[in-house]
DNA sequence: GTTTTTTTGTGACCGAGTCTGGTTATGAGA
DNA sequence: TCTCATAACCAGACTCGGTCACAAAAAAAC
């Protein structure tokens, strides 16, 4: 019902090639910080402040600035490659975003402010209804649950 | 559909009554600049910046430090007359909870940042039937659907 | 009206995120 | 392979939303 962590498996590495052919193809370069950033994210399944990616990075010998993160991140989430979420707690959040509207959405504990993910696709159904009914050009779409994690209780 | 703004009607004068005699039950006192900031909330049915909140006090001749509208905000969150939410763009916003759950959520124009307000009964149902089963108390949710507004087409 | 306690405003402070300037690396063309 | 224009990089300064500390002001209690 709500994947806790997914392992690793071949999605992953397929966005990392899409990402990499992606950023080639808008006539990006490929430096060694963008390179590292992509690199982290494609390991990781849900969402990592960017405070967080500079640290990772650190603890693996990839000493990249942390305007750099900053800097991929963007022009990442401008080829729409990564989705970038308000989480609260002031400070944005970003994982990557994989093809086709496969997504999932997230639940704060608002105690021990630990994210976890969902997927639920009445919610989705739902809310694509919704978008058709709007006078908005709908593009993406966050959900975020507020709560008290089965642990905090 | 989309209820644009509705006119002032008893449900905000309800809001700052009850808001009122609920901080008042709680043992807070009635200093001016809590007092001003439920008043201006009380006459607005969309989420506004704690920003946008100390402007318009100050047009209206309340001069109330930044410091007490934060304050203030904090105080009626905790006491479930406010919900604050994050709507990106770094900082967030705040609106009058309605009680019985009688609420809505926001579409953003990533053009213009133009935030609107609109209900949807089967999302509301489709999130609560989700929140049953999900392993947390589920307390808040919010939705956010980014998008382009019809005027920035 | 005096005392006690909350509330308030100011200004210093903090941290996330952005911008800038000078430096380094990349890749295309000779 | 060498050169060179330009993209990408880092560090540090800066911006800005939000918080903290403290002294002054205002409520309630007496």
Chains 1, 2 share one sequence.
Not at 2 to 22: D, I, L, M, N
Not at 68 to 93: F, I, K, P, Q
Not at 96 to 108: M, W
Not at 111 to 126: M, N
């Amino acid at each position: 019902m709500a994947p806790k962590a997914k392992p690793a498996h071949h999605s992953e590495h397929e966005w990392e090639q899409r990402a990499t052919e992606t950023l080639a193809d808008s006539g990006y370069r490929s430096g060694g910080a963008r390179t590292a950033v992509v690199e982290l994210l494609a390991g990781q399944d849900c969402c990592l402040s960017a405070q967080q990616i500079h640290d990772r990075l650190r603890e693996r010998d990839r000493k990249v600035g942390i305007a750099s993160v900053y800097r991929a991140l963007e022009v990442l989430e401008g080829e729409e490659l990564v989705h970038r979420l308000e989480v609260g707690e002031g400070g944005s959040r970003y994982e990557p975003a994989l093809p086709g509207g496969d997504h999932h959405h997230h639940v704060i504990c608002d105690d021990c402010g630990k994210v976890t993910a969902f997927e639920d696709p009445p919610l989705e159904d739902a809310i694509e209804k919704l978008a058709g009914r709007l006078p908005h050009m709908v593009s993406t779409h966050d959900v975020i649950i507020h709560g008290r994690c089965a642990g905090c209780s």
